[in-house]
Nanobody, 115 residues
Framework: QVQLVESGGGLVQPGGSLRLSCAAS????????MGWYRQAPGKERELVAV???????NYADSVKDRFTISRDNTKNTVYLQMNSLKPEDTAVYYC?????????WGQGTQVTVSS
């Protein structure tokens, strides 16, 4: 079966960095668009960044120039490097694999930015 397993979340001070990883299994990783979404308490889930099956990337305006999405197709893994973290980045971060109509989600990893 398909599994997306996130790791790398945690507690970090404002201005700090974290690197999230998402290891995928059960899919042909290279043909899927891979993305990171987040959901803060009381808010809807929102797109953070997406890396297409090609080479294109797209970011939410709120994270541009601070976050970087990358993927390693040899390891079936997508990453999210998060720098200059702000308290408003606090959320559960979810990995997503999409190849319409297929749409898979990880279980999420908590990121808390607080002093």
């Amino acid at each position: 079966q398909v599994q997306l397993v996130e790791s790398g979340g945690g507690l970090v001070q404002p201005g700090g960095s974290l690197r999230l990883s998402c290891a995928a299994s059960g899919i042909v990783f290279g043909v899927y668009n891979m993305g990171w979404y987040r959901q803060a308490p009381g808010k809807e889930r929102e797109l953070v960044a997406v890396y297409s099956s090609g080479t294109s990337t797209n970011y939410a305006d709120s994270v541009k120039d601070r976050f970087t999405i990358s993927r390693d197709n040899t390891k079936n893994t997508v990453y999210l490097q998060m720098n200059s973290l702000k308290p408003e980045d606090t959320a559960v971060y979810y990995c997503n694999a999409k190849l319409r109509p297929k749409d898979y989600w990880g279980q999420g990893t908590q990121v808390t930015v607080s002093s």
